[in-house]
């Protein structure tokens, strides 16, 4: 069977809507009898900028390729997050693994104060305002994992409203 390398036809489509970071780019090797075998995992990250935002792994004997990957994978997993205005609506921990990451709302003006896998995902959400600290592992899979699950738990007055059978004026106080 003969493998068609015709290229012109896989990123044909229009632009897309979402801004693509690749977080990580990892070389492993497998050691085989006639040596060294290559292989390379990529961690991508993909958002709108208005609150959607999403991660994904990929992994293949190219770069070019577990990238590919790593963005088709981020597309598949894209959720929707609150925000509050240019920051988020409250402070909150994520954990996953042995990563921990806190997120604080931050006034108008103060840009995004991160590391890089945490700068990444945010940046990739929209959030514009936000002071963030990596607290145990700053391993990047934990990093982005915790950061997406704190910010998964995010919720508006509105939201905490709904739930508690009650007005957001009453919530707000």
């Not at 990739?124 to 915790?146: E, W, Y």
């Amino acid at each position: 069977m003969a493998y068609s390398n015709n290229r012109d036809n896989r990123r044909s489509e229009e632009p897309s809507e979402f801004t693509e970071k690749v977080v990580s780019l990892n070389r492993v090797s497998k050691t085989v009898k006639g040596g060294r075998i290559f292989k390379f995992s990529a961690l991508c990250v993909v958002g709108d900028g208005k609150g959607r935002v999403g991660f994904g792994l990929g992994k293949a004997g190219e770069v070019s390729e577990a990238i590919r990957k790593g963005i088709d994978d981020a597309k598949k997993n894209i959720v929707k997050i609150t925000l509050s205005e240019s920051t988020i609506p409250h402070e909150a921990i994520g954990e996953f693994g042995a990563g921990r990451v806190l997120l604080k709302p931050a006034a108008p003006g103060t840009g995004v104060i991160a590391g890089g896998a945490v700068r990444a995902v945010v940046e990739a959400a929209g959030i514009k305002d936000i002071r963030t600290k990596c607290l145990r592992s700053n391993n990047p899979h934990n990093v982005v994992a915790a950061t997406m699950v704190g910010l998964r738990s995010l919720r508006d007055a509105e939201q905490i409203a709904i739930v508690r059978g009650k007005t957001a004026k009453e919530i707000k106080g």
